[in-house]
Structures are given as structure tokens and as C-alpha cells.
């Protein structure tokens, strides 16, 4: 049987870490790895790990001695809980070493900060891609913020000076204004956040709120991982409500910023935005008072001008109607007589028309015939009446002879004589008594007598 | 004071309270109209500042300062 070499464990190791001594020369590397886990005492211990393709292809203990790790978590600052810590990807510079009990580890020296900001930064750019690519960029922002916001769902860790501030700075407004806030408590910060964070959101009622806030307090760029989560931004781009964040610094801005409504600095300048809308939205409307109550006095001042234009209207307006009823009455009679007279002129005229007419029709034959026959009978009578008249001026002058002879004159000349009594004519002897005095006239003088006998009147 | 609508809103009270400006300066109401629509933007303006606040005292004391 062949003589078999046996060696210790101790001087295979020893073989292994001089050949490892011999190929790096003590020497250090930048190596890339994931923290599988990590324990943090006065040195740290890590299990690093390397993925690929969601299967592990590569494991080795890593350690940080404690010289190391003062220097590390000074020089990282306040991100060296985002980076010593499970899951994270460091850039770090790391010797091997070969322990004889403990094996192989990477001593690590130095870790480098800027790989995890600009892997930070890388994957912010790869989820606001996304995000576009989703169209769900900008959604949130075209959504109208109400001009007053005032009911409000609060996604915030109660019990953080975040939480406190904003609430004080709402409670406490030197406006007076109210405002009703509903709390979403959610971690902000820590492997859960993200996911808290989203199921915040998932239960706020939209119909109930006038706007979702979200806040934390200050941090390092790395605490704000869980606002640039991918499932975080997608549910905010589609709240039906606007979404306004205040959290982070000027120069964190994480993609939950991006794509909310309007981003703050801070808690704090979230709830003075809030606070300044409503007193914009205030003191609009007492413009619109002053506005309306400006023009309510123009209004009335128009119209008192209006009012007695009317009045002076009403006062003048009769007399000058009778002034023109009057003109109207003048110019109507004008041409009235205008038109009687015209009138008349236009019935002549048509008169002398048919006169004319008259003169030359054929029948005025018969007309004339009549007419010379009229002439005839007229000349016959004028005759007739004339040797009337003769005749009667005969009698009448026959009539005259007898008068002129039968005159008291001529029949006093003839030898008659008149005998009155007291003045009257005596006709009958029986009106008379003896001793009545007579009055006899002749045709030259008169004589006195008394009657002596009276003889009555004898018949034949 | 008059009650408002139910479903009043700043937004709704905002725009009635514009359209109200717009009318009277554009001459657009009789007057008849004018007292109507004045104290209609009151009650408008008296629902916001109560809103806002919430407490009758202070939107009391707010109306006795504009004078309504």
C-alpha cells in the first residue's frame, strides 16, 4: 500500500492563506456586493451576497473592525443606517484575509457613499421613466386643487415633530380658519414605509377630503427611499384628489415629489400653503364685496340720475304734446280747405265738363226744339198779359171818373147838403129829438139849427 | 339671516359671487333686482367666512364689522 501524505488542518490552512497572501500582496480591492445581513456590535460582522438573475452566485463574510467602523459611520453621517443595513448594495474597499479558525472574509476599510446616492438616483430615474411610460406622471397635477383646502387626509407618523409641526401651524393660523384633518398614520421611514405608506393612501375616502398631505421630517437623501417607491408613486398619480407633499429638503427631491400636486420644503411650508390659499381665497372674496357693494351705489346714483331725467321728461313732455298737437291741428286745417277748395275747383271743373258734354250731344236736339218752343209760348204770354194790363188800366181809369164824380165836393156843388149832430153824419131822423142842435154843411158854409118836429121814415 | 342651499360649495359661492360682480358692473341688473342680488352675495360671503371659521361668534362679530 502506497505511503499516503497526510496533512493538519492547520498546515492546509496555512498553505491556503499564504498562497491567498502571495496572490493579493496584502493589497486592497474595490469589490461590489449586497448586505445578505448584518450584525453591528463594537465590530460588525456582514454576510455579503451577490444575485444574479434572483439566484445567489456568490457568499462570503465580510467585517468591519472597530478602528473601521468609527471612521465609516463618521464619514457616511447620518446615511450609515441606509447603508449598514440589510439588502443595500455597497461599493466597498476590502482586504481578503484568511483566518485559520474563522476562514475567509473581506476585511472592509472604506465604503463609497456616492455608489448608493447615484444607485439611488439611477433607480429615481428608472421609476420616473416608469412612471411616463404609465402616462401617471403628470396626472396628479393636472387635477384642480380646491381654492379652499380644508378637509384633510394627513398620511404622516403621529408623533414626530413632522406631525406636530404641521398640525401646530394649522391649529394655530392668525386667521381663525379651521380645518378638519384626518390622520393616515404610516411609518416614513424603514423597510415597511413603502409599503405603509401605500396602504395609507389605499384607505383614504376621496369624496371625504379636499386634498391628501403627505409629510416627514428632515433626513438624509437615503431615508427618502420609500417616497421614490415605484407602487407609492402610482398610487398617489391616481388619488382622484390632489396630493401635496412637504417632505424632504431642497435638494432631496423624491419622485413622490414629482409627481404630487405642488411639493413643499417642508411640513411647515405645506400647512402656510394651505393656510395662504384660504386667505387668498378670503380676501378675493372680500374684493368681490367691496366690488359689488361699489357698483350696488354706482347703480343706485345711475339710476337717481335716470329718475329725475324721467321726472323732467314727465314735467315738459304734455306741454310740448299740445305744442304739436296744436302744429298738427294747424297743418290738418290748412289741408282741409286745401282739399275742399281743390275739390270744388275739380266738381267745376268736371260741371263745365259736362256742361260741354251736355251742349254736344245729339239729344240736345230736342232740348233745343223744346227750348224754342218754350221761347214761342213765353212771347205768346208776355202778349197775352200785355192787352191784359191794357184793359185793366182802362177799368182802372174808368173806375177813377166815377170816384172823382161821386166826391162830397161835386154832390155839395149839385145842391146836397151834410147834417151832423155833435159832429157825426145824421142818417136816420129817428136817432133825433126836438130841441137837438144840428150842424148843416153846404158847399159854401155851414148853418145851426133846432129841430122843431121830426117826421118818422115813410116807406116807398 | 337667509339659509343657504345644502350643497353649496367654496368654489359654487365663489363663481355666483363673481358672476353677481360681473352683472352689476356690466349694468346687467334692474333695479329691482339690485337689493336681491346684493344681499345674496352677503349671505354667499357670510356662509364662506362661517365655513372657514366654523363658530358663530366669530362670523358674528365678522358681519357686525362689514357692516352687513
Same mark, same amino acid.
Request: hydrophobic share 40%; aromatic share 6%.
Given at each position: 500500500?502506497?505511503?499516503?501524505?497526510?496533512?493538519?488542518?492547520?498546515?492546509?490552512?496555512?498553505?491556503?492563506?499564504?498562497?491567498?497572501?502571495?496572490?493579493?500582496?496584502?493589497?486592497?480591492?474595490?469589490?461590489?456586493?449586497?448586505?445578505?445581513?448584518?450584525?453591528?456590535?463594537?465590530?460588525?460582522?456582514?454576510?455579503?451576497?451577490?444575485?444574479? %438573475?434572483?439566484?445567489?452566485?456568490?457568499?462570503?463574510?465580510?467585517?468591519?473592525?472597530?478602528?473601521?467602523?468609527?471612521?465609516?459611520?463618521?464619514?457616511?453621517?447620518?446615511?450609515?443606517?441606509?447603508?449598514?443595513?440589510?439588502? =443595500?448594495?455597497?461599493?466597498?474597499?476590502?482586504?481578503?484575509?484568511?483566518?485559520? =479558525?474563522?476562514?475567509?472574509?473581506?476585511?472592509?476599510? $472604506?465604503?463609497?457613499?456616492? @455608489?448608493?446616492?447615484?444607485?439611488?438616483?439611477?433607480?429615481?430615474?428608472?421609476?420616473?421613466?416608469?412612471?411616463?411610460?404609465?402616462?401617471?406622471?403628470?396626472?396628479?397635477?393636472?387635477?384642480?386643487?380646491?381654492?379652499?383646502?380644508?378637509?384633510?387626509?394627513?398620511?404622516?407618523?403621529?408623533?414626530?415633530?413632522?406631525?406636530?409641526? @404641521?398640525?401646530?401651524?394649522?391649529?394655530?393660523?392668525?386667521?381663525?380658519?379651521?380645518?378638519?384633518?384626518?390622520?393616515?398614520?404610516?411609518?416614513?421611514?424603514? $423597510?415597511?414605509?413603502?409599503?405603509?405608506?401605500?396602504?395609507?393612501?389605499?384607505?383614504?375616502?376621496?369624496?371625504?377630503?379636499?386634498? =391628501?398631505?403627505?409629510?416627514?421630517?428632515?433626513?438624509?437623501?437615503?431615508?427618502?427611499?420609500?417616497?421614490?417607491?415605484?407602487?407609492?408613486?402610482?398610487?398617489? $398619480?391616481?388619488?382622484?384628489?390632489?396630493?401635496?407633499?412637504?417632505?424632504?429638503?431642497? =435638494? %432631496?427631491?423624491?419622485?413622490?415629489?414629482?409627481?404630487?400636486?405642488?411639493?413643499?420644503?417642508? +411640513?411647515?411650508?405645506?400647512?402656510? @400653503?394651505?393656510?395662504?390659499?384660504?386667505?387668498?381665497?378670503?380676501?378675493?372674496?372680500?374684493?368681490?364685496?367691496?366690488?359689488?357693494?361699489?357698483?350696488?351705489?354706482?347703480?343706485?346714483?345711475?339710476?337717481?340720475?335716470?329718475?329725475?331725467? @324721467?321726472?323732467?321728461?314727465?314735467?315738459?313732455?304734455?306741454?310740448?304734446?299740445?305744442?304739436?298737437?296744436?302744429?298738427?291741428?294747424?297743418?290738418?286745417?290748412?289741408?282741409?280747405?286745401?282739399?275742399?277748395?281743390?275739390?270744388?275747383?275739380?266738381?267745376?271743373?268736371?260741371?263745365?265738363?259736362?256742361?260741354? %258734354?251736355?251742349?254736344?250731344?245729339?239729344?240736345?236736339?230736342?232740348?233745343?226744339?223744346?227750348?224754342?218752343?218754350?221761347?214761342?209760348?213765353?212771347? $205768346?204770354?208776355?202778349?197775352?198779359?200785355?192787352?191784359?194790363?191794357?184793359?185793366?188800366?182802362?177799368?182802372?181809369?174808368?173806375?177813377?171818373?166815377?170816384?172823382?164824380?161821386?166826391? +162830397?165836393?161835386?154832390?155839395?156843388?149839385?145842391?146836397?147838403?151834410?147834417?151832423?149832430?155833435?159832429?157825426?153824419?145824421?142818417?136816420?131822423?129817428?136817432?133825433?129829438?126836438?130841441?137837438?142842435?144840428?150842424?148843416?154843411?153846404?158847399?159854401?158854409?155851414?148853418?145851426?139849427?133846432?129841430?122843431?118836429?121830426?117826421?118818422?121814415?115813410?116807406?116807398? | 339671516?337667509?339659509?343657504?342651499?345644502?350643497?353649496?360649495?367654496?368654489?359654487?359661492?365663489?363663481?355666483?359671487?363673481?358672476?353677481?360682480?360681473?352683472?352689476?358692473?356690466?349694468?346687467?341688473?334692474?333695479?329691482?333686482?339690485?337689493?336681491?342680488?346684493?344681499?345674496?352675495?352677503?349671505?354667499?360671503?357670510?356662509?364662506?367666512?362661517?365655513?372657514?371659521?366654523?363658530?358663530?361668534?366669530?362670523?358674528?362679530?365678522?358681519?357686525?364689522?362689514?357692516?352687513?
Amino acid at each position: 500500500m502506497e505511503e499516503r501524505k497526510i496533512y493538519t488542518l492547520r498546515q492546509v490552512g496555512t498553505a491556503i492563506k499564504q498562497r491567498i497572501e502571495e496572490a493579493t500582496h496584502g493589497a486592497s480591492f474595490w469589490i461590489k456586493a449586497e448586505i445578505a445581513s448584518i450584525n453591528v456590535g463594537r465590530h460588525a460582522y456582514l454576510e455579503l451576497v451577490q444575485h444574479q %438573475d434572483g439566484e445567489k452566485v456568490a457568499v462570503m463574510r465580510g467585517a468591519i473592525w472597530m478602528t473601521a467602523l468609527n471612521r465609516i459611520r463618521e464619514e457616511l453621517g447620518n446615511e450609515s443606517r441606509n447603508i449598514l443595513k440589510d439588502g =443595500v448594495e455597497i461599493l466597498f474597499l476590502a482586504k481578503t484575509n484568511y483566518h485559520l =479558525v474563522y476562514g475567509l472574509s473581506l476585511v472592509i476599510e $472604506a465604503i463609497d457613499l456616492s @455608489f448608493n446616492i447615484s444607485e439611488l438616483e439611477r433607480r429615481k430615474r428608472e421609476t420616473i421613466a416608469k412612471l411616463k411610460e404609465e402616462g401617471l406622471y403628470d396626472r396628479n397635477r393636472f387635477i384642480p386643487l380646491p381654492m379652499v383646502v380644508q378637509r384633510i387626509a394627513l398620511v404622516a407618523s403621529k408623533g414626530t415633530a413632522a406631525y406636530a409641526d @404641521f398640525m401646530k401651524h394649522l391649529e394655530h393660523n392668525e386667521h381663525g380658519y379651521l380645518f378638519h384633518v384626518h390622520l393616515f398614520n404610516s411609518a416614513v421611514q424603514g $423597510a415597511t414605509a413603502a409599503q405603509e405608506l401605500c396602504a395609507a393612501l389605499a384607505s383614504i375616502d376621496p369624496d371625504r377630503f379636499d386634498a =391628501v398631505v403627505l409629510i416627514r421630517g428632515g433626513g438624509s437623501k437615503l431615508d427618502l427611499e420609500p417616497y421614490n417607491d415605484l407602487d407609492l408613486a402610482r398610487m398617489a $398619480a391616481q388619488m382622484r384628489i390632489p396630493v401635496l407633499t412637504g417632505i424632504g429638503h431642497d =435638494v %432631496d427631491i423624491s419622485v413622490l415629489d414629482l409627481i404630487a400636486h405642488g411639493h413643499h420644503k417642508t +411640513p411647515t411650508a405645506v400647512a402656510d @400653503f394651505i393656510v395662504d390659499r384660504m386667505l387668498y381665497f378670503e380676501t378675493g372674496m372680500m374684493g368681490m364685496l367691496i366690488h359689488i357693494h361699489n357698483a350696488m351705489l354706482t347703480s343706485f346714483s345711475d339710476r337717481k340720475d335716470q329718475l329725475s331725467t @324721467f321726472k323732467e321728461m314727465v314735467a315738459m313732455r304734455p306741454t310740448a304734446l299740445c305744442r304739436a298737437q296744436r302744429g298738427n291741428l294747424h297743418t290738418y286745417t290748412g289741408q282741409f280747405a286745401r282739399s275742399i277748395t281743390d275739390r270744388i275747383a275739380t266738381s267745376s271743373k268736371m260741371l263745365d265738363a259736362h256742361g260741354r %258734354d251736355l251742349a254736344v250731344l245729339p239729344r240736345n236736339k230736342l232740348i233745343l226744339l223744346e227750348a224754342a218752343r218754350i221761347r214761342e209760348q213765353s212771347t $205768346a204770354l208776355s202778349g197775352i198779359a200785355q192787352r191784359g194790363f191794357q184793359l185793366l188800366l182802362g177799368k182802372l181809369q174808368g173806375m177813377d171818373d166815377a170816384v172823382q164824380f161821386l166826391s +162830397p165836393e161835386k154832390l155839395l156843388q149839385r145842391g146836397f147838403s151834410i147834417t151832423r149832430k155833435d159832429g157825426c153824419a145824421v142818417k136816420d131822423a129817428s136817432n133825433l129829438q126836438p130841441g137837438d142842435q144840428l150842424e148843416t154843411t153846404f158847399a159854401q158854409g155851414k148853418a145851426w139849427s133846432t129841430i122843431n118836429t121830426i117826421v118818422p121814415h115813410e116807406k116807398g | 339671516m337667509k339659509k343657504v342651499e345644502e350643497n353649496l360649495t367654496y368654489e359654487k359661492a365663489y363663481a355666483e359671487l363673481e358672476r353677481i360682480m360681473r352683472d352689476l358692473q356690466d349694468d346687467k341688473v334692474s333695479v329691482d333686482e339690485l337689493t336681491g342680488k346684493v344681499k345674496r352675495a352677503v349671505v354667499l360671503i357670510t356662509f364662506c367666512n362661517d365655513m372657514l371659521r366654523s363658530t358663530e361668534a366669530e362670523v358674528g362679530a365678522l358681519v357686525k364689522k362689514l357692516g352687513i
